[in-house]
């Protein structure tokens, strides 16, 4: 078999590029280790920049998330019994997010890309990129026990953290950079109306909370938990009791609950791979980096790293110049960082560490203090949160 650019990965980055490659006239193959139905199922991010927004109408897979997207102006940060409103549409110029969930936009991306005829292979099992350092790479996997090679141009990685392509790549040919947090989120969904019609991230002496939403009648919260903490553990009754304790008497006292329809616990990581480009094999998305979900930027991420690499692509088939690729990792990894870094202070604000002390928890109530005090510090959190230019 022969393609133009082999896609490892069918979730948002390779679906993206899939379908930008495919409306441009390159083909593509994507290559998926699990099935359809379990990618559909995995809860994941919900909250859309303007960008990767405009990036799913390029690909055409934008119209539902018009529909049913919420749109956001702004949001609030709850500390010390108040609740204090960022108004992202006021400090950014008018520029806003769009709440719609990850599976949502995977769900329209997979719809899109059987409508215009692109190859998916899923339960690919043994996907192994080779010869990449060369002219003439290829990648071998198995389907059904029987081992099958597709040779190509381009192998573009969008395989996740735990993927196979950046473990192809020779260990004293890549560097990278890891932050580890001590403590993740409990997330639940449940069919319930949200607290707030906006976002509210907590600041809280217990730990962070988030109650983020995907519909008007479905909710998406989270819990800071400690590491050692077990799903088992934590009954619905258990999680509606802990995260109105970290909110505002008016919040708590308002909030509707309900049965949870899904319960799972995150690690929160900080991982760059520097670079992204390894002679014809590209790293983008979670293959790439991984940020803390504190700020909402790992999807965002995705859908910056696939506008650089899908522009680099178009330009070396379409004006038969090698200066889009050759760029590609410069490029990306410039918004990475600053996404990285906002990521990191979000996370750093917001969640309680307990090894930092009574020290590192007044800073933090300076920091609040400042931000809620300061139309630049907001200013700043704003055009940061809606998403940096591309
Ligand atoms: P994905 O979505 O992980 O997709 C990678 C795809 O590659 C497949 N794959 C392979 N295929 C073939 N061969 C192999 N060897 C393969 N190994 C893996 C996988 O099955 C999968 O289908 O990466 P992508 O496309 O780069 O998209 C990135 C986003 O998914 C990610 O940044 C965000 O979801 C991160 N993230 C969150 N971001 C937010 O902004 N807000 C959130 O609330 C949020 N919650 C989360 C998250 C990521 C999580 N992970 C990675 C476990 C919660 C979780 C639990
Ligand atoms: C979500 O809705 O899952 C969500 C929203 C905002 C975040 C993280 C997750 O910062």
């Known amino acids: 078999m ?49 960008g990767m927004a405009a990036m799913l109408d390029e690909a055409g897979a934008g119209e539902r998330m018009h529909r049913e997207g919420l749109k956001h102006d702004g949001f609030s940060i709850a500390f010390d019994g108040g609740c204090h409103r960022i108004d992202l549409h006021g400090l950014t110029g008018g520029k806003r997010v769009i709440v719609y969930g990850q599976t949502e936009v995977t769900h329209d991306l997979m719809d899109r890309r059987e409508a215009t005829g692109g190859v998916t292979i899923y339960e690919a099992a043994n996907v192994q990129p080779h010869d990449f350092d060369g002219d003439r790479p290829y990648v071998t996997y198995e389907k059904d026990g029987v081992t099958h090679r597709i040779d190509c141009d381009f ?42 019609h906006e976002l509210i991230y907590a600041n809280h002496p217990r730990g962070f909370a988030l109650c983020s939403m995907r519909s008007p009648t479905r909710i998406r919260y989270y819990v800071q938990v400690g590491l050692d903490e077990k799903i088992e553990d934590w009954s619905d009754d258990r999680f509606w009791d802990e995260i109105r304790r970290r909110l505002p008497e008016e919040q708590a006292q308002a909030m509707k609950t309900g049965p949870s329809i899904e319960k799972s616990i995150a690690p929160l990581r900080s991982f760059v791979a520097e670079p992204l480009r390894f002679g014809r094999l590209f790293l983008a998305g979670d293959a790439g980096h991984i940020v803390p979900p504190t700020g909402a930027k790992g999807l965002n991420l995705a859908a910056s790293d696939i506008r650089y690499l899908f522009d680099g692509l178009r330009e070396y088939y379409q004006e038969k110049s090698k200066a889009g690729i050759d760029a590609y990792s410069q490029r990306a990894l410039a918004r990475v960082w600053k996404a990285e870094r906002f990521s990191w202070w979000m996370t750093k604000t917001l969640h309680l560490f307990p090894d930092d002390g009574a020290f590192g928890q007044k800073i933090q109530h300076a920091e609040l203090e400042y931000l809620f005090s300061s139309v630049a510090a907001q200013t700043s959190l704003a055009e940061n949160y809606v998403g940096l230019p591309y």
């Not at 495919?22 to 359809?36: F, H, Q, S, Y």
């Open 155 to 196: 192998i573009a990685g969008c395989d996740g953290f735990h993927g196979v392509s950046r473990k192809s790549v020779p260990e004293g040919a890549i560097t990278t950079y890891e932050r580890v947090y001590p403590f993740g989120w409990l997330g639940i969904i449940s069919d319930v109306e949200p607290v707030s």
């Open 2 to 50: 022969r393609t133009q650019v082999v896609i490892i990965g069918s979730g948002p980055s390779g679906l993206l590029l899939g379908q930008l490659l495919t409306d441009a006239g390159i083909d593509n193959i994507i290559l998926e280790r699990v099935t359809k139905d379990y990618v559909l199922s995995r809860i994941r991010a919900g909250v859309l920049e303007e």
